[in-house]
């Protein structure tokens, strides 16, 4: 159970006592409150279905006075129910092909129903794992109706999407489908060069460290809230493919690590940021 409110006193006993009402059983639980003063609280609390009493309708129903009574957003999810992740991808195949490997050694916990890309370039590696590829063209003149098509084929297959390097800034409309729920994985450490060629940018700066930032889409352009980061050093001997070469491995452990905590329901958005659990 996923939950934010504004913060105040009674909060963790009105749910703990809830759960032990029902018979459930507390596996884990964390909390973050912004700040002592009119702030919001959040929680995420993990606890055993096979004693719990209630059914996923009667667990909802009971549920919703406490909600009401502490103006919460909520919601519950249950591990058993695998989260469906469309894959968008273009040329670059290195963060898809950490995907599918790590998805099937069960690393991963979610189905794949398919995989759509501008190009038909990896289609042969998505047969390698079965699963299916579709090439969906986008052309800059018919952006709109070329997306729209995409919308309208993924339908309810997804419950989130992952853009595993899918190189085309997607329309507002693309985006308001999918609220906080389009995995974006950008090839820098975010703030710090937006954009195209974020590498050639870093590349002039003569920077010492590079990175990759795994976000939330948003209609602003690499602004979204931030999931999940990591670097790598580099120094003045690195060319521009030698950031390339490296930041390769940053955009795949990012992007995968961000995929994980949004299956597991460990991410809450706040404002324009995040809070992970």
């Known amino acids: ?28 639980s964390d909390q973050h409150s912004t700040n002592q ?10 606890f055993a279905e096979d004693t719990f009493r209630l059914s996923e309708e009667e667990l909802r129903e009971a549920f919703q006075p406490i909600a009401t009574r502490f103006q919460m957003q909520w919601h519950v999810s249950y591990s058993r129910q695998r989260k469906r992740a469309g894959i968008l991808v273009s040329k670059y195949d290195h963060c898809l092909v950490d995907l599918l490997w790590r998805w099937k050694i069960g690393e991963l916990t979610m189905d794949i129903p398919f995989i759509i890309s501008n190009h038909p370039n990896l289609e042969k590696l998505a047969n390698m794992y079965g699963v299916p590829y579709y090439h969906f063209p986008v052309k800059r003149e018919t952006r709109q109706q070329d997306e729209q098509r995409m919308l309208d084929f993924i339908g309810e297959q997804a419950d989130f999407l992952i853009l595993a390097r899918y190189m085309q800034i997607l329309e507002p409309f693309f985006v308001d489908a999918f609220p906080q729920r389009i995995i974006n994985i950008h090839h820098s450490f975010l703030p710090a060069f937006i954009g195209a060629s974020p590498y050639d940018q870093a590349f002039r700066r003569g920077v010492k460290l590079i990175g990759a930032t795994a976000h ?10 931030i999931i999940a980061q990591d670097v790598i050093h580099c120094d003045h001997r690195d060319a521009v493919d030698d950031l390339i070469r490296k930041g390769r491995d940053v955009e795949r452990r990012v992007l995968a690590e961000a995929v994980r905590l949004h299956t597991s329901d460990r991410v809450l958005a706040y404002e324009n940021k995040t809070i992970v659990f």
């Open 37 to 46: 003063h009119e702030g919001s609280f959040f929680m995420r609390i993990s």
């Open 216 to 225: 939330y889409v948003t209609s602003s352009l690499d602004e979204g809230p």
């Open 1 to 28: 159970m996923l939950i934010s409110c504004p913060d105040k006193p009674g909060i963790v006993s009105a749910i703990s006592g809830f759960i032990f009402e029902h018979n459930g059983n507390i596996l884990e």
